[in-house]
């Protein structure tokens, strides 16, 4: 009894001691915030974007990877990075553009005129959309420097097509969808030649040679294609083509892509002129018109043209002619306030705002107008190129001041309700479009370029979260070395409340220009492969090495922890072809494959068989393994290549 009552009473004395432990080392989020020097601010916000483990994110953002000419994405709010995925430039870990790999020799298909390119500037990725809305089955981004655009399949996130564009020399205004993913389009940038030849740099050749456009690209849904044969390039004049949207609902069939540069101006500096003065220099030459024009193309009438067969093949791609659209009714140009930049179409697709990087106003055009003047052929004059121009006052909604260098605009659930990108000013800037009213402005740090808003280029934007996209950092974080990383803040813009600033991410890969925000909830990801819906299937059991001439094929599988064959000898000179099939059906079991000093590599995810090409020029004795730690015996994971 007694030794009851003592064991009790030490019981709960280690209870207590144990308590008064724990109250002693368990902080209050009082003293957190006062060790930290956190504001009442700070830990709203931190509420705001803390996501527990295990917790998933509202929306996903698609951005650009900039230079590193990749996709990033990442969750809202908890900015909590999620996937590379490599486009333009080989990504090592999933193994994508490593020898020859299923469905991922993206690379090679990416060539240009037999360069092997390894990177790509990438700026707008475009969900497809079904109806004007993101109905998260693909994506598209594009290549400024090497004129180019991707499709990402979104049901593994992995890129399964890359199209050349066969006449541009650079791209800008792209990727951007039609309303039900008719079309991917792809302005050019800097006019060139379409063909692939020299042509002197004269102001007649420039004039009369070179050339801007626009590319549709033909997608096939079920396919999951964009197909070369069924695109078109609408011909446009060597202006400097540049932010391009599709109409949507009343403006559905249209596009609008503005442009620099209408000056035409070839260059001061340079071409034997290097005695001229700055003021000659391009940037001075390019800006010297108050107006530039944005191009309105009416897409279905072009669509025609060339189902029809008005179009020339030029480097087997056909080109719809200036002529025939201007003829068509097809193509018609309209001033806006020199050197534009953003070119946005609201929710409803009536208006188009177009912020011009030198004028501290947003212009905000009716479609209405613009349509009005088109059926009524009330056009102000025409190019040098026979292009109708319409009258810029007569289609005008409101000019609105809102800052230095506005430049790109998103839209808010709420109507009227848009955000604008202030790059000089650093700010975003919230306004209405409908009143023509600025409502308020939010600094940010620094210097924004983009911006996105959850859904912001659909038919039904969510609002809720901004993504300020800046170009600089400057002080927001550790400094590591002179190049900085990225700053992407994300801001609150839910209900009528003063717009608040939540968090900083950085992002250390390429500068992205834009970015788009799409529900979490319409993204169905696969998680496994179908078994067997890869032709080069390895069934477990049939594993083997085969022989013909100098050519080998080796059958392998993977799975926990074991390649099957695990020793494979072959000789010098050898054309090898190399399946491996992953036969886990366990989620998230993926084996990493490499065979040392020939520069493989490849993921094989649950389901996956890739087939790994090379030609084994080095004889000697060459492990292989697995790269992913798949297991306790991952190290175990291995087997030899013996190259006689
Ligand atoms: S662009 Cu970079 S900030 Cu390529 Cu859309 Cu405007
Ligand atoms: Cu498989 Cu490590």
Known sequence: ?????????????????????????????????????????????????????????EYLVFSSGGQAG??????????????????????????????????????????????????????????????????????????????????????????????????????????????????????????APYSNKYVALTQKNFNEIYRGGITYWKFNREKGRLMPKQSFTV??????????????????????????????????????????????????????????????????????????????????????????????????????????????????????????????????????????????????????????????????????????GPLHSQFDKEKGIVYTSLYVDSAVARWDYLKGKLLEKLPIHYNIGHLVTAEGDTVNPDGKYLIALNKLAIDRFNQVGPLHPQNHQLIDIKGKKPMSLLYDMPLPLGEPHYAQMIKADKLKPVIRYKKRSFKNYVRPGKERVERKGNKVTIHSTAIRSHYSPEVISIKKGDHVTWHITNVERAQDQTHGFTVDTYNLHASIEPGETVTLKFVATKSGVFPFYCTEFCSALHLEMSGYLLVK
């Open 1 to 57: 009894m007694l030794n009851f009552i003592l064991r009790k009473r030490q019981l709960g004395l280690a209870l207590l001691v144990s308590l008064l432990a724990f109250s002693g080392s368990a902080e209050t989020l009082k003293e957190v915030a006062k060790k930290r020097g956190l504001t009442d601010k700070d830990l709203l916000a931190a509420a705001k974007t803390y996501t527990p483990s295990g917790k998933k994110d």
């Open 70 to 191: 990749q996709l990033i994405v990442y969750g809202v709010p908890s900015m909590r990075l999620l996937k590379y995925i490599g486009v333009f430039t080989p990504e090592p870990w999933s193994g994508y553009g490593y020898g020859e790999v299923e469905g991922m020799h993206r690379l090679k298909e990416g060539m240009i005129r037999g360069t092997k390119i390894t990177w790509g500037d990438t700026h707008h990725p475009a969900l497809s959309e079904t109806n004007g809305d993101y109905d998260g089955q693909f994506v598209f981004i594009n290549d400024k420097a090497n004129p180019r655009v991707a499709v990402i399949d979104l049901k593994t996130f992995e890129t399964v097509q890359i199209v050349v564009n066969p006449i541009f020399k650079s791209e800008h205004g792209s990727s951007v969808v039609t309303p039900n993913t008719e079309y991917a389009m792809e302005a050019a940038q800097y006019p």
């Open 235 to 404: 011909e446009l004049p060597p202006y400097m083509q540049d932010i391009t949207d599709a109409g949507k609902l009343i403006s559905d069939g249209w596009s609008f892509t503005n442009s620099i540069n209408t000056e035409r101006y070839i260059g001061g500096f340079g071409n034997g002129n290097t005695h001229l003065k700055h003021k000659l220099a391009n940037e001075a030459g390019m800006s010297a018109k108050d107006t530039d024009y944005m191009h309105i193309v009416n897409w279905r009438k072009a669509e025609k043209l060339f189902k029809a067969g008005k179009f020339k093949k030029i480097n087997g791609h056909a080109v719809i002619s200036m002529k025939d659209m201007v003829k068509a009714n097809a193509l018609f140009l309209l001033p806006e306030s020199k050197s534009p930049h953003g070119c946005d179409v609201s929710p409803d697709g009536r208006y188009i705002i177009v912020a011009g990087k030198l004028d501290t106003h947003a212009t905000v055009y009716d479609f209405k107008k613009i349509k009005r003047l088109i059926d009524k052929k009330d056009f102000a004059g025409k190019d040098p190129y026979g292009i109708p121009i319409l009258d810029m006052q007569k289609s005008i909604h409101k000019q609105v001041q809102l800052g230095l």
